[in-house]
């Protein structure tokens, strides 16, 4: 397919389903209006399968139901799409493939012994998240890097909007490419997973930046998506250094202004900036936390 | 039982086990050590059910464990335990009942049609949340407010040593009693929730604080444990105050400084403080999202 463009696909702060206009009081007993964000319930099913209830923004629906399968590894490579059907009005939105999925056959077994197959799905996780092997000539350089956050956080978003919600970007050098925020961060990564299935996008040349933390989940989907760097500006947990360090995934953190923090393969960061001309966050740049005040 | 003390319950910063300490490169290429948050599995059975794997921090397992079933109404008032088995060494946590609990029946029949029960849990819990009547007459009094989170920020926390966690805290009047934190903020929450049902702590003239935001998830949860007020640094979604509203939960969101926002059950507020005396945030008391720079 045709190369991304900067900014090719965002979330719409003016679309009106996303954002609620809500009436209460300050600190100091006046009445204000504020702008909040909305999370909506949507029902996924896999095939006649039903697989979970997700709360969402609603905005790319098709995106997080087929990332979401891609990311717990219910939907193979092999396994061919035929359709998505989204249903508005009952907050419905099922998957169908060719066949029924290896997935489903593996639920069905499980069911009649424990009631819930997650354990299973878990331990399968694991399995493929070993055998993954991340490109190991990949860099980013830190000039890079310091553009890239700053479009990142200059860019029109729920977040300036409302407040509330996390952000995940798919970019390249210093382009982000595809920008998506929800509620929780996992639904953003799904929303983005879900994108680059559809459109066959690889992730070998790719970066993946997160608002949110740097757990074992956001590490364990970041190398399920073969993107060999993954960014955030907020902290690290033990595991999450631990797995990747372990899938040799370059992982940066706490990256704020010219600061930040890599705690695994270090050797795919090319070190080309003058730290001291890169900004430190400035005003309408910072973002307290998954929140304004 | 005897009146809980200021901060009777508290996570413990100096626990080995909860951090740990690891290396890596920062923005200009030179070796630095990091603190960083622990998280570890702890896979809950009630009874014979084997119920979920957690991610947590580790710490209070046997609140996290009863918490959860509580919170997530497998666990009701009148089952009554008979025992509580952690075994660190495999990451499992055993919760006995007296009598099979309503829940594990549901389950077992639910799974013979659909293979996980989580929606079937999902509509008792807003069955439940329907009938719960919080009581009208507790009241805040901004004076309180103000105190109250000043002493949360000021408190030695795993987030001031390692960062990429949230707090949650049981407080009364300008009193934080029990504060939990944990990698997710429902875990923090459930370990409240079980150390409120394991000393028999009633809700109702209590204050809920989170770092966390109001999601309708967070809401639901408040109100199950009868507390009547919550109160959060962050922001809101759409529907956690809708759900607030409904229960006639006191929401109140954005405190940060003397600022905040109440878009629910305004009127248990009083208005007894100067907001102009109020500091706003300076130095150690800022929390700048779930991690430090």
């Known amino acids: 397919m045709a190369k991304l463009k900067e900014f090719a696909v965002t979330p719409d702060p ?12 300050d600190h100091e007993g006046n009445e204000v209006t504020a702008t909040v964000t909305v999370e909506r319930p949507l029902t996924l099913y896999l095939n006649a399968q039903e697989i979970v209830t997700m709360m969402t923004i609603g905005d790319y629906p098709e995106y997080l139901a087929v990332g979401y399968l891609v990311n717990q590894n ?4 092999d396994d061919e799409i035929t359709g998505i059907d989204y249903e508005e009005d009952i907050e419905t939105i099922v998957v169908r493939t060719e066949h029924q999925s290896d997935f489903e056959d593996k639920l ?14 878990f331990g399968d996780l694991m399995e493929k998240f070993d055998e993954i092997e991340l490109p190991a000539s990949t860099r980013i350089r830190t000039s890079d890097l310091y553009r890239l956050v700053k479009k990142i956080n200059m860019a029109p978003s729920l977040y300036l909007e409302a407040g509330a919600i996390h952000g995940c970007v798919l970019a390249e050098d210093d382009q982000p490419l595809i920008y998506m925020e ?13 994108y680059m299935r559809i459109n066959g996008i690889s992730g070998d040349d790719k970066i ?9 989940e956001m590490v364990i989907k970041t190398v399920q998506m073969s993107i060999p760097i993954l960014i955030s500006r907020s902290g690290f947990t033990a595991w999450g250094v631990e797995l990747a360090r372990q899938a ?11 600061r930040f923090l890599a705690l695994s393969g270090e050797r795919r960061i090319e070190f080309d900036a003058d730290a001291d001309v890169a900004s430190d966050e400035p005003g309408r740049q910072s973002r307290k936390g998954a929140n304004r005040a």
Do not use: P, Q
């Open 74 to 77: 219910m939907l193979l490579a």
């Open 248 to 258: 040799d995934l370059t992982l940066i953190g706490r990256a704020r202004g010219k």
């Open 14 to 25: 003016d679309d009106h389903r996303l954002v609620e206009r809500v009436t209460g009081i």
């Open 208 to 216: 993946f930046y997160t608002t949110g933390r740097l757990t074992s």
């Open 108 to 121: 069905k077994k499980k069911t009649l012994t424990s009631g819930c197959a997650m354990g299973t799905v």
């Open 182 to 194: 929800d509620v929780g961060r996992h639904n953003a990564v799904d929303k983005i997973a879900g």
